[in-house]
C-alpha cells in the first residue's frame, strides 16, 4: 500500500518551465505549499539512469537531499514506434542545449523519412520521495499519431507535432485544461493522487 501524503510543503524536481506549470496546475486543488528546485537555485543532477522510473527517482532524490523537504519529480518523454522507441528518455537530449524543440521535432521526422507508422506514445513516471528515503512512482501514457509539420503554439516540447488517438488536433494547438485531462503525465497524477493524497486534497 502506497504511503499518504500529510506534509503541507513540496519540492517540484524541475527546471522545465513547461512541466513546472503544467505540474503546479495538476497540484493546485491539493492545498499544499508548492516550490520548485529552480526557485530553491538546486543544481539539475545528471540523468544517468537508464529507465524514466529511475531517472524520475534520481531527481526527487537529489531535491530532497538539497532542501530536506519531500520532492516530486517527473521524468517523460516521448517514445515513436518506427523508430524503436527512440529518442525516449533522451528526449530532452535530442533538443540541444539550449533546449530547441523545433530542432528535436525536425530530427524526429526526418529519422521518419516516408515511414507509413507515425504512432509515438508520450510516457511519464513521477517520483514522490520523503526524506527518510521511501519513494512511490506512477507510470501514465498517452498513445498517438505524429503529423508535419508541427501544429499550434499551446504546450512545450514534442505538443506541436502529437495527435492524441481520438482527436484531430494537436497538443500544441488543444485547450490547456482538456491536454491535463488527458494527458501521459495527468494519467501518472491521478494514480499518484489516488494513492497517496486520497484521491483528493
Given at each position: 500500500?502506497?504511503?499518504a ?23 493546485a ?22 529507465t ?26 516521448i ?40 504512432r ?82
Amino acid at each position: 500500500m502506497a504511503r499518504a501524503f500529510t506534509e503541507p510543503r513540496l519540492v517540484l524536481a524541475s527546471h522545465n518551465d513547461g512541466k513546472l506549470r503544467e505540474i503546479r496546475e495538476l497540484l493546485a486543488p491539493l492545498g499544499r505549499d508548492v516550490v520548485s528546485a529552480q526557485e530553491l537555485d538546486l543544481p539539475e543532477p545528471d540523468e544517468t539512469g537508464k529507465t524514466f522510473v529511475a531517472n524520475a527517482v534520481l531527481k526527487a532524490r537529489a531535491a530532497v537531499a538539497g532542501s530536506g523537504l519531500p520532492a516530486l519529480a517527473d521524468d517523460s518523454g516521448i517514445e515513436v514506434a518506427a523508430l524503436n522507441g527512440a529518442p525516449g528518455i533522451y528526449t530532452a537530449r535530442w533538443a540541444g542545449e539550449p533546449r530547441d524543440f523545433m530542432v528535436a521535432m525536425t530530427r524526429v521526422n526526418d529519422e521518419l523519412g516516408a515511414a507509413q507508422n507515425r504512432r509515438a506514445n508520450f510516457t511519464a513516471v513521477l517520483a514522490l520521495c520523503w526524506p527518510d528515503g521511501h519513494c512511490e512512482t506512477f507510470e501514465g501514457h498517452v498513445f498517438g499519431t505524429l503529423v508535419w509539420p508541427p501544429r499550434g503554439d499551446r504546450g512545450f516540447g514534442f505538443d506541436p507535432m502529437f495527435v492524441p488517438d481520438g482527436y484531430d488536433v494537436t497538443f500544441g494547438e488543444m485547450d490547456p485544461a482538456l491536454k491535463h485531462a488527458i494527458s501521459h503525465r495527468a494519467v501518472a497524477f491521478n494514480k499518484l493522487l489516488d494513492a497517496c493524497f486520497g484521491g483528493n486534497a
